[in-house]
């Protein structure tokens, strides 16, 4: 398997964790009485599910963003914010336009 590959497979997983974590935290602390209305729905643990899989989806993106990111070589000493060139302002030239009736 490529290294990529099982890089964005380890990323993954360690999101998913972080969003049980993050959901288990949620319901333990009974932030904005969430737990006392999962229980008390009947598709509370629907709504559960989709809390952790969409939280998920989400630390999983994060985690593979911020791996990638750091990938960048330490010796990279190119050009920093482009090739600026200055701004001309030219004067205002008056064109002539004939009217019609």
């Known amino acids: 398997m490529p290294k990529l590959v099982k890089l ?13 974590i993050f959901v288990g935290l949620l319901l333990g602390f009974n932030v904005a009485n969430l ?4 229980l008390a ?3 509370g643990y ?3 599910f989709m809390l952790f899989f969409f939280n998920g ?3 999983a993106g994060v985690q593979f963003a ?5 990938m960048a070589d330490k010796d990279d000493q190119g050009p920093k914010g482009g090739h600026r060139q ?3 302002y ?3 030239v008056p064109v002539r336009v004939a009217a019609g009736r």
């Open 57 to 59: 989806l989400v630390f």
């Open 90 to 92: 030219g004067q205002p």
């Open 46 to 48: 629907i709504a559960a």
């Open 86 to 88: 200055r701004v001309r």
């Open 66 to 70: 911020i791996s990638i990111m750091r």
């Open 41 to 43: 729905t009947q598709g």
């Open 8 to 20: 964005y497979l380890r990323q993954v997983a360690v999101g998913f964790v972080l969003s049980a």
């Open 35 to 38: 737990r006392g209305l999962m």
